[in-house]
């Protein structure tokens, strides 16, 4: 059965994980910069990157930008 005919209901629950999954991650990037402390201006820096990048600037941080946490 398709929805609207267009869409079936499986593809369209595939596209809605798929576009929560584009979405979410940038985010819990966010939280996680927000709630760490980095050295310098690099708490700022990770934020632009994450805004502007979106899901690349996330995938970043989360490859790269983790390490440069302070650790408590």
């Known amino acids: ?5 267009i869409i ?7 596209i809605l994980m798929v ?8 985010i819990i990037a966010l ?4 709630r760490s402390k980095f ?5 700022l820096i ?3 990157i994450v805004v502007c ?7 970043l941080y989360f490859i790269v930008g983790r390490n440069q946490k302070i650790q408590q």
């Open 53 to 59: 990048l979106n899901l690349l600037g996330a995938i």
């Open 19 to 26: 576009a929560a999954f584009i979405f979410l991650i940038p």
């Open 1 to 5: 059965m398709t929805l609207l005919g």
């Open 31 to 34: 939280v996680d910069i927000v």
């Open 8 to 14: 079936a209901a499986q593809e369209l629950i595939v």
């Open 46 to 48: 990770w934020v632009i």
């Open 39 to 43: 050295e310098g201006n690099m708490q």
